[in-house]
Nanobody, 117 residues
Framework: HVQLVESGGGSVAAGGSLRLSCVAT????????GGWIRQPPGKKLEWVSS???????SYSNSVRGRFTISQDTSKNTLYLEMNSLDVSDTAVYYC?????????????WGQGTQVTV
């Protein structure tokens, strides 16, 4: 049974930090791409960040320099360190996994965790 489970969301003041985690069961992050996608209230899904099996990272312009994605393959866990949070970062954050780092290739989704700034 393939499952992604996020944790670490919550409410934080502007300028604060949060760290999201996403534990995978039945899926190995080293086999493809792991990513974070968010959905602000009333808006469509937005690609935030991704990391390939080889460790290549990418970020959206809106979070570059403030967010850091990483993975611990020994724990099969994906992380998103979020610093200097702004009210515009308020969203439901989903972790996803798939063969390639593109929204259309994400085939496994977590349940989402709310981040409120």
């Amino acid at each position: 049974h393939v499952q992604l489970v996020e944790s670490g969301g919550g409410s934080v003041a502007a300028g604060g930090s949060l760290r999201l985690s996403c534990v995978a069961t039945g899926y190995d992050y080293s086999s493809g791409c792991g990513g974070w996608i968010r959905q602000p209230p009333g808006k469509k899904l937005e690609w935030v960040s991704s990391i390939t099996a080889s460790g290549t990272t990418s970020y959206s312009n809106s979070v570059r320099g403030r967010f850091t994605i990483s993975q611990d393959t020994s724990k099969n866990t994906l992380y998103l360190e979020m610093n200097s949070l702004d009210v515009s970062d308020t969203a439901v954050y989903y972790c996803g996994a798939g063969r390639y780092c593109s929204l259309s290739y994400i085939t496994i989704w977590g349940q989402g965790t709310q981040v409120t700034v």
